[in-house]
C-alpha cells in the first residue's frame, strides 16, 4: 500500500488537459477538491482530487471544476494511484 500522492498544479493542469494559469487561477480560489496551499505552494492529493470531484468511472458529462471545463470522463480513464498521464479510451 502506498502512501498519498501530492502532485503539483503544472501536473494537475497536465492530466485534465487544461491551461496552467487556468489551474493556478482555480487553485488560489480553493476550487480544487483535494489542494492545499503551504504558503505560495499549492499541491494537490490525486487520490483526493479523483474521489471528491466523482472523476471515477461512470458515465459523466463534462463537468466544471472552479469555472475550468474539464473533459467528459466516461471517455477517459484516470488511475486514481496516479498512473503518469490520462487515457483516452
Not at 5 to 25: C, M, N, Q, T
Not at 52 to 74: H, I, T, W, Y
Request: proline share 6%; charged share 20%.
Amino acid at each position: 500500500m502506498t502512501g498519498p500522492e501530492f502532485i503539483s498544479i503544472p501536473e494537475w493542469a497536465h492530466r485534465l488537459g487544461v491551461s496552467k494559469d487556468s489551474a493556478y487561477k482555480v487553485a488560489r480560489l480553493g476550487q480544487i477538491p483535494g489542494c492545499f496551499a503551504i504558503g505560495r505552494l499549492y499541491r494537490v492529493n490525486w487520490s483526493a482530487f479523483v474521489e471528491r470531484s466523482g472523476l471515477v468511472g461512470g458515465d459523466q458529462a463534462a463537468q466544471e471544476v472552479g469555472g475550468v471545463l474539464v473533459p467528459a470522463f466516461n471517455h477517459v480513464g484516470i488511475d486514481p494511484q496516479g498512473g503518469r498521464g490520462v487515457r483516452v479510451a
